[in-house]
C-alpha cells in the first residue's frame, strides 16, 4: 500500500505554460513572452525597439515587420488595409527613417469575398501612395474554413536614415521633455465600439495615419537631441512610456492635466472602466528630447497637421529608474505600470 505521507498534490501548470490573449496585449506578459522565449531563443532581447539598423555602409537602413488581425476589418476611421501601412511606416518612422519600400502578404481564409479582398487591397495602395511608399513584394495563402477569422496581413517595411537622426529607446536622459503630439485613446475606443456596437461611432474615429513626416520635421529642428520615440499602439502610452523608461534606466514624471483625452474617449472610458493611458493609438507619438530643443521640436510639431495638438506631458528623471509616476487631478502621485493581461484585443 502506498505511503499516505507521501502521497503529495500535483502542481498545477503556471498560466503562462500556454500562450493568453494578453501575450498580444503590447503590455507586461507580451514583454515577458519575448524576453523570455523568442529573445532566448534567438539569442537576444527583441524588446527595445520596433524596427532595427542595418549598416549597409553607403546608408543606414531600417527594417521593421508586423502582422495585423484587427477585428472588424473596417471601422471609423479607417480598415485593416489602411493600418497595415500606417503601422509599419510609423515602426520605421520611430527609428527616425523615411519608408521606401513595403512588402505586403495575406493569409485569406476560404470564403472571404473577393469584394473585400479587393476593397482592402484599394486601401493599401491608396494608404501607400498617400505615405510616398511602394509596396514591391508579397505574397498571398489560403487557408480552410475556420483556420483563420476572414483576413490577416503582414507589411514589412524598408526605411533609410537620414545623417543626424538617431532616435533609440534606450537613449532617453534625466531632464528629457516627455512630449506627446496628440490625443490619446481614439483607435482603441473606436474598433471596441465598431466591434460591440456601443454607439460611440459617430464621434469616435481611428486616429491611424502615417507620422513620418512629422518625424522628419521634429529631427530638422531638433537632430540627435531627440532621444527616443515611439507610437504608443498596443498597451497605450502607458505600455510605451514604461518601455523606454526600462530601455532608458531612467523615471518618468507625469502631469494627467497635460494629457489630451477626447471628451468622448473619456466618457467611453468611464463607461467601460478603462484607463484611456492603457487604450491603444495609431496615430500620436510619443518623444523624450532634450530639454534645451523642446520648445522648438514642439513648436516643428504644432506647425503640422498631424501634430497640432501636441503637448509637454512630463519630463524624464534620474529617480526611480524604470517607473513611470503621474501626478493625478487631485493633486496625489501614482505608479503609471504597464497593461497587465489583455484590454481590447484584436485592435490592430
Not at 483563420?148 to 526605411?159: C, N, P, Q
Not at 459617430?202 to 522628419?216: F, G, K
Not at 514604461?242 to 531612467?250: F, G, I, M, P, R
Amino acid at each position: 500500500m502506498t505511503d499516505p505521507t507521501m502521497a503529495s498534490c500535483p502542481v498545477p501548470a503556471a498560466e503562462t505554460e500556454r500562450i493568453l490573449l494578453g501575450h498580444g496585449s503590447g503590455g507586461r506578459l507580451m514583454a515577458e513572452l519575448l524576453h523570455d522565449v523568442v529573445g532566448a531563443e534567438l539569442g537576444g532581447d527583441v524588446t527595445a525597439e520596433d524596427a532595427a539598423i542595418v549598416d549597409l555602409g553607403s546608408a543606414e537602413a531600417v527594417v521593421s515587420t508586423d502582422s495585423f488581425v484587427v477585428t472588424p476589418r473596417f471601422f471609423p476611421g479607417g480598415d485593416i488595409g489602411s493600418l497595415a501601412v500606417h503601422g509599419t511606416v510609423n515602426d520605421l518612422a520611430m527609428r527616425g527613417a523615411r519608408p521606401v519600400a513595403l512588402s505586403l502578404a495575406y493569409i485569406v481564409e476560404e470564403g472571404l469575398p473577393l469584394a473585400e479582398l479587393r476593397a482592402v487591397t484599394a486601401s493599401v495602395a491608396r494608404a501607400a501612395a498617400a505615405a510616398g511608399v511602394r509596396v514591391v513584394t508579397g505574397d498571398t495563402k489560403v487557408v480552410g474554413r475556420g483556420a483563420a477569422d476572414g483576413l490577416y496581413v503582414t507589411t514589412t517595411g524598408l526605411g533609410l536614415r537620414p545623417p543626424g537622426a538617431a532616435p533609440s529607446a534606450v537613449r532617453g536622459r534625466p531632464g528629457d521633455a516627455v512630449l506627446l503630439s496628440g490625443p490619446i485613446g481614439l483607435h482603441g475606443t473606436a474598433i471596441l465600439s465598431a466591434r460591440e456596437r456601443l454607439g460611440f461611432e459617430a464621434e469616435i474615429a481611428s486616429d491611424s495615419r502615417p507620422l513620418h513626416a512629422l518625424v522628419a520635421a521634429m529631427i530638422e529642428v531638433g537632430g540627435e537631441r531627440v532621444h527616443a520615440l515611439r507610437d504608443p499602439t498596443r498597451g497605450g502610452l502607458a505600455s510605451a512610456l514604461n518601455e523606454l523608461a526600462e530601455s532608458s534606466a531612467v523615471g518618468m514624471e507625469l502631469d494627467e492635466e497635460s494629457i489630451p483625452v477626447p471628451p468622448p474617449v473619456a466618457t467611453a472610458c468611464a463607461l467601460l472602466g478603462l484607463d484611456p493611458v492603457h487604450v491603444a493609438n495609431e496615430g500620436c507619438l510619443v518623444a523624450l528630447v532634450a530639454p534645451e530643443a523642446a520648445d522648438a521640436v514642439l513648436a516643428a510639431m504644432r506647425a503640422r497637421p498631424d501634430g497640432a495638438g501636441a503637448v509637454r506631458i512630463g519630463q524624464a528623471t534620474a529617480g526611480h529608474p524604470g517607473r513611470v509616476q503621474m501626478r493625478t487631478l487631485l493633486g496625489s502621485a501614482r505608479v503609471v505600470d504597464m497593461l497587465v493581461g489583455e484590454q481590447l484585443p484584436r485592435i490592430c
